[in-house]
């Protein structure tokens, strides 16, 4: 019998389309749930359908506030598919989403690598970790595939000299700059390591040839920059990166903000991910860098350590640089003619399963672990004979009860709430004292007050809670679990009385 090895890439097409299918896979990982910044884009896109642009703050209790709707026109989509197909329609949104973002990661993929395997395998493993950290009912869903579309459309300059991909450029910078400005500014950070390639440089003994125009390129984000006025808050849409990131109190009080540590999960898996890479880049010294890859993978690396909402940027411009750098890899079978093949074709197809079934499960216990949900629910444990903790639709379970206990007092309601569940009341019709839109609350964006410092001080008993009570004359207070300080002091204080009682969340009155 006659043998020779074959690559996966030359077999049959029932197996090539069998590895581009595998990315489907992370789908059984998003999560179910409707995030909490959902509560606030929903009731935001319906005033902006109903009343146009605001200026002033409409949700919170702080009438005179004013305001930048960053993703107005995410609020709006998300308003239009609630509004008619409910929850399972979110759900759905966020499938195709997924979907959407495999599909050009792939084309990014295999563009650099020119590798059909390489390019699902490492399209898998992006859309995985994407789908259970950052696939949810958040503006960032969207803007990963315009960031992954934008890198696809820079490549394709580079690799074909044709113009025609710049134009997508321009498309993109108006759609993130309506959908997500607050990461409009992320599209020109990724067309750096690109603006560097098309450098000639000659240095000592360095020396660079030009990947590309560096002209074009410039023309091109010239034209993008110029679009992003185009949008209903002008410069100050633009420059919300700058108003609304760096900010210390924010940095410590929003678990999304702080610097990425190996204590956490995702730590321990972006950690766990960048040490397999580099023994990768190890053991294979001799291959060749090309500047634009090493910068877009030190670069995204670098954000992705300074925060968690970062390690988005690394799942996109770090494992597109790392295809390059394994694109020539590419698996062989051994096949024999005659009786023989037809055992071989059945332990290619028993590998694929088994590969399949061992993915399977990885997913299940991605769905089953709260460790690996971005629904953002808690697990209940119980620890040192402590009574075990609320999850999040818990505590939503237990605002339901407590809304229809306001909605039945007299007279007119000053509500505090939290930062994590005010945005949930608004939802439901109520104005508090604060929500989930951090950067809204500082003095320097809303011209009237620093809330939200007032509420971290609130937290950390810097601030009594009785003179910040008696400040705003809140006559129901809504306290959470975690904010230990001030539910120690409502339990003590007889000036107030507990309406509702449950393990996450307490309402208490002014007598």
Known sequence: MNEKRIGVNSL????????????????????????????????????????????????????????????????VIFYFIYSHFGKAGMIAFLYICYILFCAVMYKLLFRISENHFISCMMALCSGFLMSFLFITT?????????????????????????????FILPVISVLL???HSSMWLMMF??????????????????????CCSFVKLLICGTVCFALGFANPYGIKAMTYLFSSFGIDYINSSISEMEAMSFSSFAGKLLFGVMGIMLAVFIARKKRAFTPRFVLLFVGTAVLSLMNYKSVAYFIIGGFAAFTYFIADLEPTLKITDGEKTKADKRKVLLLSCALVAALGLLAVAAVASPALSNSENEVNVTENGEEPKSTRLEDYAALDEICEILKKENGEITLYTGFNYGQYMEFKGFHPFIDGRAELFLEKNNGENDYLKEFVDLKSAKLYYKDFLGKYNFNYIIVTQKEAVLSSALEHDGDYEKLYDSVGVDLYKLK
């Not at 992954?148 to 074909?160: P, Q």
């Not at 990724?190 to 030009?210: D, N, R, V």
């Open 138 to 166: 958040r503006p960032q869903s969207i803007t990963i595939i315009l960031i992954a579309l934008e890198l696809f459309a820079l490549e394709s300059f580079v690799k074909t000299k044709k113009t025609a991909y710049l």
């Open 177 to 179: 700059i309506n959908l």
């Open 12 to 75: 049959p097409k029932g197996f090539r389309l069998f590895f581009l299918l595998l990315p489907l896979l992370g789908l059984f990982t998003i999560g179910r749930e409707l995030d909490n910044d959902f509560f606030f884009l929903y009731p935001t896109g319906q005033y902006i359908i109903e009343n146009g642009f605001p200026v002033k703050d409409f949700l919170s209790m702080h009438t005179g506030m004013n305001i930048i709707v960053q993703q107005w026109l995410t609020d």
């Open 189 to 210: 950070v990724f067309a750096l390591p690109y603006a560097f390639g098309a450098l000639k440089i000659k240095l000592k003994k360095y020396s660079q040839e030009p």
